[in-house]
């Protein structure tokens, strides 16, 4: 079996279609929220590289990533960054399921978390917003995407698959189909969202960005650090 294959897919193909645009899509949002080279940035969940070929080219050693899958690590330090005529740090790049950052010893301006919160539970993400924090300079910000359903369609996705509303601390979760990576994807309500700013508002200064004209409708999240 190929090195870089994860739940038996090509790198590419687990982390999804539209590979050029979507990854050039990340990119543009941080330069115009003020990305610059000489700043630390983070990507969560930064996989194979899809906006990491990006990031690598403007900021170099300034990128860093974290992966719960070593294959994709692998793939983008191994595949895609050389495919790009770049090279990238190992360094820079570490393999974690608790977003623990501290093998990095940096503090980082800028965080970007993609495609990943959109497969957790609430809980989860308040573990991952915990565990970043103390790795985040003051006024330090993460970006943040997740499906954000209104309540009527909410509330008929619950009635339709009833089996898939999980209930936690912060209140219900509806968890939709699998998605093409296998992985379970959760939408929420705005309700959901509000319980997840009071869990972390004591280190996280948080907002609905909203729009960020992604083509599956996933909505931006901004966590500003509080001291």
Same mark, same amino acid.
């Given at each position: ?70 294959? !994709? ?6 595949? $895609?960054?050389? =495919?790009? /005529?770049? +090279?990238?740090?190992? %360094?820079?790049? &570490? ?62 996705? !619950? ?6 509303? $999980?209930?936690? =601390?912060? /209140?219900? +979760?509806?968890?939709? %189909?699998?998605? &093409? ?47």
């Amino acid at each position: 079996m190929d090195k870089y294959m994860v739940n038996n897919q090509t790198h590419r193909k687990f982390i999804g279609d539209k590979w050029d645009a979507l990854g050039k899509l990340q990119f543009d949002f941080c330069i115009e929220r003020g990305l610059t080279p000489d700043i630390k940035l983070i990507d969560i969940g930064c996989g194979c590289f899809r906006a990491g070929v990006h990031f690598i080219r403007y900021m170099g050693n300034n990128y860093y990533g974290i992966d719960r899958h070593k294959e !994709l690590i692998d793939a983008g330090i191994e595949v $895609e960054a050389p =495919k790009h /005529g770049l +090279i990238a740090n190992k %360094e820079n790049f &570490f393999v974690t399921k608790d977003f623990d950052l501290s093998p990095f010893n940096v503090t980082f301006d800028m965080g970007l978390c993609n495609s990943v919160f959109t497969h957790l539970p609430i809980p989860s993400i308040v573990e991952c917003l915990k565990n970043i924090h103390p790795f985040f300079k003051a006024d330090g910000v993460l970006y943040a995407t997740v499906y954000i359903t209104d309540q009527q369609s909410y509330e008929s996705k !619950l009635q339709r698959f009833p089996d898939r509303q $999980e209930y936690t =601390k912060v /209140g219900p +979760i509806l968890l939709d %189909e699998e998605s &093409f990576s296998g992985l379970k994807t959760f939408s929420y309500n705005l309700t959901d969202i509000n319980n997840l700013f009071e869990s972390v508002q004591s280190m996280w200064d948080c907002k609905v960005l909203g729009d960020w004209n992604h083509p599956q409708n996933q909505q931006m999240l901004a966590f500003k650090k509080v001291l």
